[in-house]
């Protein structure tokens, strides 16, 4: 690869992971403040306005139509962001923010396993070992060696609904090869704005069986540059850190840059006073050892042809 778009991808991936890490941490301590379903709704509300802007001002008012896959692109949007948003925020209420972020590590070996169920496609027996030995890590991670530790304080349901987060990007990321002939960013806004509406139509749900509550100017003004970090960072500069760069990179290079993400979280979390038993740091080092050979090696065949 040329040394200006290898630099130019190596930046791009720099900022996603500079948007990305923070969220996890962030978010488990706005929750109290601004509930999961506010904290989704408010999020995209901004992030897709921005986003539509964007595609317009880029590709021109054309891109902003479906093109006859409105449907297909609405039940993208609500599995990867009605469902992703849901289970994530509801789910970090109830775990901490360094499990989230080693179980959503899991995203690279979960898609090798959809791609083995839909397309018949076998992984590698390597692969498979590194799927084993990184949800080995995972598990390790969650209970620190007592499975009791998995279901104090609810958090087992909370890990739980972060896999199925997981499992809901997974889907939307693999949909997207289905969208041919619309660009990285067209794909995201108009996926985007369905799962907004369903994130929405979520939280008119929850407020009706009391399970939300509506914020007041009070409260979005005590987490106003949360909400700004959570709809311009994460969505916006995020995810267009990420699609510019896996462009640039290739998927597997970018897929092994975000492997970073866990460790900045441990850190972040370590500079806020958590103390962490070995037996964590020793199974997120594992997840990190077995995704990173898993890409290391994948690269290598690549190459090799």
Same mark, same amino acid.
């Given at each position: 690869m040329a040394r200006g778009p290898l630099l130019a991808g190596i930046g791009w991936m720099a900022l996603a992971i500079a948007c990305w890490t923070p969220l996890f941490s962030v978010a488990k301590r706005t929750l109290p403040v601004l509930d999961a379903f506010a904290l989704g709704t408010v999020r995209y509300a901004l992030g897709v306005a921005l986003f539509v802007v964007l595609l317009a001002a880029i590709e021109g008012r054309a891109a902003l139509r479906f093109d006859g896959r409105w449907l297909a692109a609405t039940v993208v949007g609500l599995i990867g962001i009605t469902g992703f948003n849901l289970f994530i925020w509801i789910g970090?209420? +109830?775990?901490?923010?360094? +499990?989230? %972020?080693?179980?959503? *590590? &899991?995203? %690279?070996?979960?898609?090798?396993? #959809?791609?083995?169920?839909? +397309?018949?496609?076998?992984?590698?027996?390597?692969?498979l070992g590194c799927v084993a030995?990184?949800? =080995?890590?995972?598990?390790?991670?969650?209970?620190?060696?007592?499975?009791?530790?998995?279901?104090?304080?609810?958090? !087992?349901? /909370?890990?739980?609904?972060? &896999?199925? @987060?997981?499992?809901?990007?997974?889907?939307?990321?693999? *949909?997207? %090869?289905?969208?041919?002939?619309? %660009?990285?960013?067209?794909?995201?806004?108009?996926?985007c704005i369905p799962g907004a509406a369903g994130l929405v139509a979520a939280n008119l749900v929850a407020l009706a069986i009391g399970a939300a509550a509506v914020p007041d100017m009070a409260t979005l003004a005590a987490v106003w540059?949360?909400?700004?970090?959570?709809?311009?960072?994460?969505?916006?500069? $995020?995810?267009? $850190?990420?699609? =510019? @760069? #896996?462009?640039?990179? @290739?998927?597997?290079?970018?897929? !092994?840059? &975000?492997? !970073?993400?866990?460790? /900045?979280?441990?850190?972040?979390? =370590? *500079?806020?006073?958590?103390?962490?038993?070995? &037996?964590?740091?020793? @199974?997120? =080092?594992?997840?990190? #050892?077995?995704?990173?050979?898993?890409?290391?090696? !994948?690269?290598?065949?690549?190459?090799?042809?």
């Open positions: 970090l209420g +109830h775990t901490r923010p360094e +499990h989230a %972020s080693i179980i959503l *590590a &899991l995203q %690279s070996p979960l898609t090798a396993l #959809a791609v083995w169920w839909v +397309h018949g496609q076998r992984p590698a027996p390597f692969t030995v990184a949800i =080995a890590g995972v598990v390790l991670v969650i209970t620190k060696g007592d499975p009791a530790n998995a279901l104090v304080g609810g958090s !087992l349901l /909370g890990d739980v609904l972060i &896999l199925c @987060g997981a499992i809901s990007w997974v889907i939307y990321t693999l *949909a997207a %090869s289905r969208f041919r002939g619309w %660009s990285p960013l067209r794909f995201t806004v108009l996926t540059w949360q909400i700004l970090y959570f709809s311009v960072g994460t969505v916006v500069l $995020g995810v267009l $850190g990420f699609n =510019a @760069g #896996a462009r640039s990179l @290739g998927p597997l290079n970018a897929m !092994l840059m &975000l492997n !970073l993400i866990p460790v /900045g979280v441990f850190a972040i979390e =370590a *500079a806020l006073g958590r103390s962490f038993a070995a &037996l964590e740091i020793a @199974g997120a =080092a594992v997840v990190i #050892a077995a995704l990173v050979a898993n890409n290391l090696y !994948l690269r290598g065949l690549r190459t090799s042809r």
